[in-house]
Structure formats: C-alpha cells, structure tokens
C-alpha cells in the first residue's frame, strides 16, 4: 500500500514556472516502486508525463521532454515535478502515482495502481 499526496499547484502566466511535490508514505519499506506524473487531459483519460523507476532511470512523455524534471529525495519518501516554460496547454489537474516495479503500469506510463488526490495547475495568456 503506498499513499501518495500531492501539493504545490496553483496559476501561473504562460512561460513561468511551478514544482509540484508528492509525499510518498509506503506501508512497507521492502516493495519497490515506479513513481510517476501524470494530467488528466479529458473526463475519463489521465497522461502520463514523466516516470522515474526503482534503479533511478527516467523517462517523460514527448509533450514535456525538455521543460519538466522529475525528481526524488534519496529515501524516497518525497517526488517532485519541476515545470517549466508552461504553457496554457500545460493546464490540468496532476497527479502523482505509483506502481510495483514490475507493473506494466511502470512501462507504459498508464493505470498505475496508486494514485494522489490531484493538485490543479492552471497556466493563464
């Protein structure tokens, strides 16, 4: 079990930048974990943007290689997702999620089992 909740949303003018952050609480400190980020771009579908698995190797989405960073704290007990040059495009609700390492959640970057409540970001013209 791993409780994940997200902070560090708000408004921001095209160009700026925010870092969202993610605290990690895991029932057990022996499971490994992808951890990632993902936007709910419509109702019923979430994108995922950014994954870092359990050996450290990342990997980001086309739409924001480049602009975000994704990143942990050596004992993983926080993510985060530094944004920047954002866009109007960029604005959605983002979560953080996690999977068991060898999840196909972890490659596809999709349906992770763990999800965090949300933080809105919202980037105004």
């Known amino acids: 079990q791993v409780n994940l909740a997200e902070s560090g949303g708000g408004s921001v003018q095209a160009g700026g930048s925010l870092r969202l952050s993610c605290s990690v609480s895991r029932e057990t400190k022996y499971n490994k974990y992808c951890m990632a980020w993902s936007r709910q771009v419509s109702e019923n579908k979430r994108e995922g943007l950014a994954l870092i698995d359990n050996d450290g190797q990342i990997t980001y989405s086309d739409s924001v290689k480049g602009r975000f960073t994704i990143s942990q704290d050596n004992d993983k007990n926080n993510l985060y997702l530094q944004m920047n040059t954002l866009e109007p495009e960029d604005t959605a609700v983002y979560y953080c999620?996690?999977?068991?390492?060898?999840?196909?959640?972890?490659?596809?970057?999709?349906?992770?089992?763990?999800w965090g409540q949300g933080t809105q970001v919202t980037v105004f013209s």
């Open positions: 999620a996690a999977d068991l390492w060898y999840s196909p959640a972890c490659r596809s970057m999709r349906d992770f089992a763990y």
